[in-house]
C-alpha cells in the first residue's frame, strides 16, 4: 500500500485557486476503509492484549499464540459488486455502471454516461499502451457528477463540506475518483493517470507523478491508443516566471523537487514547470523512455537525474535553456 499517496488532488483547481486546493484535508486521514482490505485489517488483535498475552505466558506456562487466519484474497468481482451495491443505495435506481480496463467501475449518479465514459476508455487505453506497464489491480470508482450541485452534495454528505476543489480528485483511501464534469473531462484524464502511477512507479515523487497527470488535462486521441497532451491554462503563469529577471525555474530545481516543496507555496507554478517538463520530453518522444528509465532504475537513481541524462544524452543542467526557449515558443 502506499501510504505516501495522500489525496492527489486535480490541480485544475488551481486555475481559480492558485494552488492544488488540497481535497487533500480529509481523506487524508488513511484510514483503511477500502472493501477489499478490510478482512485482513480485522484479524490483527489490539496491541494492549498481545503484550499482556506475551508477558503472561513468560510468567507462567508457555501459552499457544492464536492462530489468525489467512486474509482471504482479494475478490475484484466481489469488490465490484459490492461498490455497486453500495453506490445504488446512495444514488438510486437511476445510477448507470460501466466497467473500464477491469477496475475502473464508472459511475454516473444521474444515469447519463456517454462521452464521459469514451474519454475514460480512449485514455485508459493510451495509458496502457506503451506507457505504464503495470495496472491497479484492485477497483476504483470514478464518480462522474454532471454539474457542480451533485458533485457538492455528495461531497458534504462524505464529508461535512463542499468539495474543495471545483473540478475533481482522487481519494486513495477509498479508491475513488469524485469529478465534477461540468467544466470538462480534463480532470478525468488527469485524476485516472494516479492511480496508475501508484501501481506503475509507487515511489514516484510528486512533480512526476503531477506532471504526467497534468499533461493529459488538455489532451488530443490523435488515434485509437495514443493521447497528446496540449498547451493549456497553466502556460501563461510559466512564461511569466521564465521571464523574471531573477529566479527563473529551471530544470535542475525541478529534478531536485522535494514532495514538501512542491506542495509549498508555489505549488501552482510548480505544476506548469512539471506538466511543461512532460509535454516537452512528450514533443521529442522521449517522455516515456525517460520515465520508465527512471521508474525502473530508481533505487539507484532516486532524482532522475541520470534517467533523464542517459534518455537525453545531456544533463538537466544542459538542457535546461532548450527546454526555456521551447516553453517560451509554445
Ligand atoms: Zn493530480
Redo the contacts with the bound molecule.
Sequence with gaps: MNLRSTL????FAMSQLGA?AAPAVAPRKELPVAVASASSDVASPPAASASASASASSASVASVAPVEPPPKPYDLAADLAERREKLTKIFGAKVKFEVVEGVFLIVSPSGTLGASTNVARNALAAYYNGRFAARPARALSVLLFDTAPPYNAHCRLRNGKDCTTPFG??EPSDRTIVMNAGPGLGTLT??L??PIVEADFPKAPDWI??GL??LYEGFAFPRLGEIRGTKNWRHPALVVALRAKTGKPTLPELFAMSDEEFRGENEGLNYAIARYFCQWMESQGKLWTFYQAWRDGYASDPTGVAAFTKTMGKSPTDLNAAWTSWVLAL
Design positions: 492527489l488532488c486535480c490541480a492544488c480528485f482522487y488527469h485524476e493517470v494516479h507523478n503531477e497527470a497534468s
